[in-house]
């Protein structure tokens, strides 16, 4: 059993800015992790009209707010306003992730990394990997990021809209010459070997759809989708079906918020409490 410690004249503060933002779950699971390390500090959300976000950025400068998470719609946004920020959070653009640093405001973007820690799940490692992603907006940027960062051998952008698709491909691939990133149409990659099938789009959210049917495919190996409720969407129920290991989103969600955790207080993340707390607030 943890106990709430008190708010003090030093507590520091930290929390989420997004519009809208209060459905989120990373007041709960951040608060219980501060108070694992017996931290001196609270996380609270903040709604923050896309109109406001410089007028709240200046505020967490002159509040001496120590750290954000940034969610919909600013994450993009955001970026210009910041004093630095991690390589990473360039390449893909965006910042979900804020520590404020003796008045300096870095930013960095924790999602492609929480995605990674979350294959170890499965268990699954990229390097030298052939890896199908699906979609190409913020999320498959992030992910796509990581992957290349983390060696996979071979991407294919797989996209509704090609032309998004091939914009990611013809920016990242001088920045990654060792990964080998295209944009293809999914049944041109029945044949061919896939070590892991990646799904960021919202197909599957509504509990009837899939963005691929695996019965075409030779050989998926591996199955991750980003998404989180439902928890099981109708390609994780097929995958399951044709016994091919899978997670869904939620292991993302709860690595994201760890490695924003670690970034702020330099210290490990209580993570088996992190996870307790998600699962019961989605029981
Ligand atoms: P996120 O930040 O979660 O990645 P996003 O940037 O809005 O959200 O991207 C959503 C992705 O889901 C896009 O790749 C989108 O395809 P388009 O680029 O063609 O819009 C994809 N998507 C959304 N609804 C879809 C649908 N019904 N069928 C296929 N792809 C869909």
Same mark, same amino acid.
């Given at each position: 059993?943890?106990?709430?410690?008190?708010?003090?004249?030093?507590?520091?503060?930290?929390?989420? %800015?997004?519009?809208?933002?209060?459905?989120?779950? &990373?007041? $709960?699971?951040?608060? =219980?992790?501060?108070? *694992?390390? #017996?931290?001196?500090?609270?996380?609270?959300?903040?709604?923050?009209?896309?109109?406001?976000?410089?007028?709240?950025?200046?505020?967490?400068?002159?509040?001496?707010?120590?750290?954000?998470?940034?969610?919909?719609?600013?994450?993009?946004?955001?970026?210009?306003?910041?004093?630095?920020?991690?390589?990473?959070?360039?390449?893909?653009?965006?910042?979900?992730?804020?520590?404020?640093?003796?008045?300096?405001?870095?930013?960095?973007?924790?999602?492609?990394?929480?995605?990674?820690?979350?294959?170890?799940?499965?268990?699954?490692?990229?390097?030298?990997?052939?890896?199908? %992603?699906?979609?190409?907006?913020?999320?498959?940027? &992030?992910? $796509?990021?990581?992957? =290349?960062?983390?060696? *996979?051998? #071979?991407?294919?952008?797989?996209?509704?809209?090609?032309?998004?698709?091939?914009?990611?491909?013809?920016?990242?691939?001088?920045?990654?010459?060792?990964?080998?990133?295209?944009?293809?149409?999914?049944?041109?990659?029945?044949?061919?070997?896939?070590?892991?099938?990646?799904?960021?789009?919202?197909?599957?959210?509504?509990?009837?759809?899939?963005?691929?049917?695996?019965?075409?495919?030779?050989?998926?190996?591996?199955?991750?989708?980003?998404?989180?409720?439902?928890?099981?969407?109708?390609?994780?129920?097929?995958?399951?079906?044709?016994?091919?290991?899978?997670?869904?989103?939620?292991?993302?969600?709860?690595?994201?918020?760890?490695?924003?955790?670690?970034?702020?207080?330099?210290?490990?993340?209580?993570?088996?409490?992190?996870?307790?707390?998600?699962?019961?607030?989605?029981?």
């Amino acid at each position: 059993m943890i106990h709430s410690l008190p708010i003090t004249g030093k507590t520091q503060i930290y929390g989420i %800015i997004g519009y809208p933002v209060t459905h989120t779950f &990373s007041p $709960l699971i951040q608060n =219980a992790a501060f108070q *694992a390390i #017996q931290a001196d500090a609270v996380y609270l959300a903040f709604e923050v009209h896309p109109d406001k976000l410089p007028a709240a950025i200046e505020g967490i400068r002159s509040l001496q707010v120590c750290g954000i998470n940034v969610t919909v719609p600013h994450k993009i946004n955001v970026v210009p306003h910041l004093d630095e920020v991690t390589a990473t959070a360039q390449r893909i653009g965006a910042v979900n992730t804020i520590k404020n640093q003796d008045g300096r405001l870095i930013g960095t973007n924790t999602d492609g990394q929480g995605f990674i820690r979350s294959l170890s799940e499965l268990p699954f490692i990229p390097q030298n990997k052939t890896i199908v %992603i699906l979609g190409a907006g913020g999320s498959a940027r &992030s992910i $796509l990021v990581a992957l =290349a960062e983390a060696k *996979a051998e #071979q991407i294919s952008l797989v996209n509704r809209t090609i032309s998004k698709s091939q914009q990611l491909v013809d920016e990242f691939s001088p920045i990654f010459p060792e990964t080998q990133l295209r944009t293809e149409q999914l049944e041109n990659l029945h044949n061919i070997s896939i070590d892991l099938l990646v799904n960021t789009t919202s197909v599957g959210m509504d509990g009837d759809k899939s963005p691929a049917d695996l019965n075409e495919f030779k050989m998926v190996q591996h199955v991750a989708d980003i998404i989180y409720t439902p928890q099981q969407t109708p390609l994780l129920k097929q995958a399951k079906q044709l016994n091919i290991p899978c997670i869904n989103g939620l292991g993302m969600l709860l690595y994201q918020g760890c490695e924003a955790f670690e970034f702020w207080t330099q210290q490990k993340a209580p993570i088996a409490l992190m996870k307790t707390t998600l699962m019961q607030l989605l029981k």
